[in-house]
């Protein structure tokens, strides 16, 4: 094999490791793959591991163990991050996008990949340590950011949907009540989405009464799978009865009797 120089290699570990997020690598896969010593290959994930922290481009974290090695998992910086929440809550703050039922307009936040993989980070981050096996959410405006979150874990996205699909064989459905408008409605899961005793969390667009992540959750509960976490991109500021707790949102949103006039929005105080 032709000797790969220092710089090359360095270029290729960054490329190998970010493309994968969290992910296991181990030594000896690099040490074949560039005809590198094990050594060798320790400096220069050591040299990338200090870059990556100087310019808060993500961790690079050594496990240890029979099946260790190294992973990349990306991560934003607090205060990047809260800069980057604060932005996007003025850009959100116009009483134009209230909807009725006191909801907020996303869908065409929801639509820019910047946008949604820089929420994905944030929420993987507060995540990663509670070991999901694959992100929960629910059709169909949760499924950007929830996806961005399940790439940046490494995990599988997981959809529920209103009703079942005959392509995706048998399901469990279950009824559950909306928080917001105490309406019965259906929620359905392939039997082959999930495995019994995995871990799942849950990640959705808005919350404001709770009543679809309960719904979820109870989902979860049919399949005898634990759920780890819920997050959300935006938050309803004290509703009358929440279904949930524990939850972390992004954003919180208030404004007083549906008047667009009224409205505000914030990073959440966990920021």
Known sequence: MERIRRNERMAALSRLLTASPN???????????????????????????????????????????????????PFMPQKEAKEFLSDLCTELCSPSRVLPGGFLYLSDILSMPDIVGKMG????????????DFVLTME???????????????????IARRSTKVYEG??????????????IETMSLSRRAVKEGQRALIVDDFLKAGGTAKGMIDLMGEFNVEVVGTAFVMAKKQPHSRLIRGEKSLMTMDVRNEEPDTLTIIPAEWL
Not at 121 to 132: C, L, M, Q, R
Not at 140 to 158: D, E, F, R
């Open 140 to 158: 169909t405006k949760g499924i950007p950011v929830a996806l961005m979150t399940a790439q940046a874990m490494g995990v599988p996205l997981v």
């Open 170 to 183: 048998s399901a469990v459905n279950i009824n559950y009540v909306s928080g917001s408008f105490g309406h």
């Open 121 to 132: 980070t944030i929420i993987a981050g507060e995540f990663y340590d509670v070991h999901p």
């Open 23 to 73: 992910k296991i690598f181990t030594l000896s896969h690099f040490c074949d793959r560039f005809g590198a010593a094990k050594s060798t290959l320790s400096e220069d994930i050591d040299i990338l591991r200090s870059v990556f922290e100087s310019f808060g481009l993500g961790q690079l974290d050594t496990v240890t163990g029979a099946a260790g090695g190294v992973r990349y998992r």
